[in-house]
Each structure stands twice: as structure tokens, then as C-alpha cells.
């Protein structure tokens, strides 16, 4: 996986006619999309920890000033600590959330945009596989997961979709040998691919976070015991 992830970054015409000859399955394709799909995931869920526990921090600090400050017994200062956590306990399901949610919007970007691309293909006069629709779409994504890395420190967080757009580039270069379209529909073609690609995941990140968090709302609001008037 380690070479395959440095061959389609730093030889991607190369190793995309390496891809083309291995005709992989879209089940071999899957585990690597997977696992560079939990990096983002990960480093998402690693942010909103280390958000919360910058703010329970920074609480902390204030509370041990202010205990200086007017003479607070060592009684009084570890209740007030202890009043600070439990006021701001560690959402662990909403973390969970925030981690599903982008792993989901990468695999449903993938798949959405492999299926429109496959079912456009006879229309350029194209390979007509899923699997090679797939293995184009997914290795194309590599930049964008393997930069979500970044998602664990908030200022570089704008950094992550600039360098994710290289996997546009990835996809560009791949669209000729792996889905093969008419010399004189290629142009067309590679355009189609482009925005569909782009389309899927702009739609399905709008999409994902919105269910998610309805589910999540209703689930909490089962749970809330009715009161009886």
C-alpha cells in the first residue's frame, strides 16, 4: 500500500498505467480506500478533543487565578476544578459523529462519482467497469486523505483542501488509461469526470454532516424523559 500511495503522488502516469494493466477488482480497491479514509476521520476526531481540552485549559487557568487572586482554601479550588469538568464533559458520541461523518462523505463521494462516471462511459465510448471507474476515483482521493492529517491542528486546517485538489490532477492523468474514451470524446470526457467528481463530494459533505446530526437530535430527544404535567 506504502508504495502504491508514493508511486500515484510522485509517478502518477506511471503507476496509472501500472493500475491499468493490474485491472484490480473494486474489493481490492476498497481496503485502501478505507484506510486512508480513517486518516482524516482520526485526525478530525483528535481536533475536537484537543479543542475541548484547550477550553477545559484555559478554564482551569482562570479558575486557579481567581483562586489566587481571593485566597481560596485548596478545598474550595478542587471543587471549582471539578465544577469545570463536569459543566464541560467530553462529548465522546459527538466526536464519533464528526469522525463518521467525513469518512462517510469520502466513501459515498467515491462511490457516487465511480457509478456516474461508469454509467456515462458508453456515451464517450469508454470502458464500461465499475471497478476501473472506481480504482480511478479512489486513487485520485489519495492527496485529500493523506492531507487530513492536518486536520488534528486547526490553523492548518485550510491547507487540506489545496492539497487535495493534486488528486485532481491524479484524476486527469488516470481518465486515459484506465477508462480509455474515444481520442475524440477524451476532452469531453475528462471534464465529465472532473465535475462529477468534485460535484459528489461538494454534495455528499453538504449532505452527511445535515442526516447525521438529525439522527443524532433525535436520538437525544428520545432519550429525554417526558414530563407529565
Not at 477550553?55 to 471549582?80: C, F, H, P
Not at 480509455?180 to 475528462?190: D, H, R, V
Not at 462529477?196 to 447525521?212: C, E, G, Q
Amino acid at each position: 500500500m506504502f508504495s502504491r500511495i508514493k508511486a500515484i503522488l510522485f509517478n502518477p502516469k506511471e503507476e496509472w498505467e501500472v493500475i491499468e494493466a493490474e485491472n484490480p477488482s473494486h474489493a481490492k480497491v476498497l481496503p485502501y480506500l478505507l484506510i486512508l479514509a480513517l486518516i482524516p476521520a482520526i485526525a478530525f476526531f483528535a481536533n475536537y478533543w484537543m479543542l475541548w481540552n484547550s477550553g477545559i485549559s484555559k478554564a482551569t487557568e482562570m479558575a486557579i487565578s481567581e483562586a489566587s487572586k481571593y485566597n481560596y482554601t485548596n478545598d474550595q479550588l478542587a471543587k471549582t476544578l471539578a465544577a469545570i469538568k463536569e459543566s464541560t464533559p467530553f462529548n465522546l458520541t459527538m466526536g464519533i459523529i464528526y469522525a463518521i461523518q467525513y469518512f462517510v462523505t469520502i466513501l459515498g463521494g467515491t462511490y457516487v462519482a465511480a457509478a456516474v462516471i461508469n454509467a456515462l462511459s458508453d456515451q464517450f465510448g469508454a470502458v464500461n467497469n465499475f471497478s476501473r471507474s472506481f480504482s480511478l476515483v479512489a486513487y485520485s482521493y489519495t492527496p485529500l486523505c493523506l492531507a487530513g492529517i492536518l486536520y488534528v491542528y486547526t490553523p492548518l486546517v485550510w491547507l487540506v483542501p489545496i492539497l487535495g485538489l493534486y488528486g485532481v490532477y491524479l484524476l486527469y492523468l488516470g481518465v486515459k488509461p484506465v477508462i480509455k474514451p474515444a481520442t475524440e470524446k477524451q476532452t469531453g470526457y475528462i471534464i465529465m469526470a472532473l465535475l462529477v467528481t468534485l460535484v459528489a463530494y461538494v454534495v455528499i459533505s453538504k449532505i452527511v454532516p445535515t442526516l447525521t446530526t438529525e439522527i443524532y437530535s433525535s436520538i437525544i430527544t428520545a432519550n429525554i424523559p417526558s414530563q407529565n404535567p
